[in-house]
């Protein structure tokens, strides 16, 4: 119930191509989805986040769409640069169950790499 | 300052030794959380600190302590680790009630030999 799903373990794409990364989640209790970021030898960067409540989030070009129902969201990022290679985690934010309080569940997470 | 800034970045330690890593921010966040992430894994939760009290301990073993002297600060003491405790310990902190932003360092790279 506490675990986030996330897919694919690694990408390759070109520079240009807009790779898709899903994640999956079981808890109705989630109430905030953050997208981090995090380049070899650093620590995670926040991203993008998006609220249950809300269907698509745009910066920049990095896009999150969210469908409630399925308990699904996936980050699309647009015109995909080198220097978008990194590793992609998803995250759910709970807020006081199973005796956590603001605890973040991270996914897996997704290598990126983009070649140019 | 919108930083979360951790010392050492490097640290390498025998399993009989007595180390600390140190954490410190000042953007007046009164949550302060410890991560461990080994390679190509998730960052995993071992502590949280908030307003200075711990609110979580994710069953983390005892050679593993936590301190925080003040709210801009937070410690982690290690003592007689073992060698799979090699990782990079990760920082974070986040404002207070009602924020879910967790602002990351960028790590302590702990070798035990």
């Known amino acids: 119930q506490q675990q986030v799903k996330q897919s694919p373990q690694s990408l390759i794409v070109q520079k240009g191509g807009i790779p898709i990364i899903n994640c999956a989640y079981e808890n109705t209790a989630f109430d905030y989805f953050p997208w981090y970021q995090q380049f070899p030898g650093k620590g995670p960067a926040l991203l993008i986040a998006i609220r249950p409540d809300v269907s698509e989030k745009k910066e920049g070009r990095f896009t999150i769409s969210f469908n409630k129902s399925a308990k699904q969201f996936s980050l699309h990022i647009m015109d995909s640069q080198p220097g978008d290679s990194a590793t992609y985690f998803c995250a759910a934010h709970s807020n006081g169950f199973s005796g956590g309080y603001n605890k973040l569940i991270f996914g897996a997470g997704t290598r990126l790499a983009v070649h140019p | 300052d919108t930083e979360v800034t951790q010392t050492p970045k490097h640290l390498v330690m025998g399993m009989t030794n007595k180390k600390s890593l140190k954490c410190e921010q000042h953007?007046?966040?009164?949550?302060m959380y410890w991560y461990k992430q080994k390679a190509k894994k998730p960052p995993e939760l071992m502590f949280v600190y908030s307003y200075e009290k711990l609110s979580i301990n994710e069953s983390v073993p005892s050679r593993f302590s936590p301190e925080c002297p003040n709210s801009s600060l937070l410690n982690l003491h290690l003592h007689a680790l073992q060698p799979e405790d090699s990782a990079l310990y990760l920082c974070a902190s986040r404002r207070g009630r009602g924020a879910n932003v967790l602002t990351f360092g960028a790590g302590s790279r702990l070798t035990v030999l």
């Open positions: 953007m007046g966040h009164r949550a």
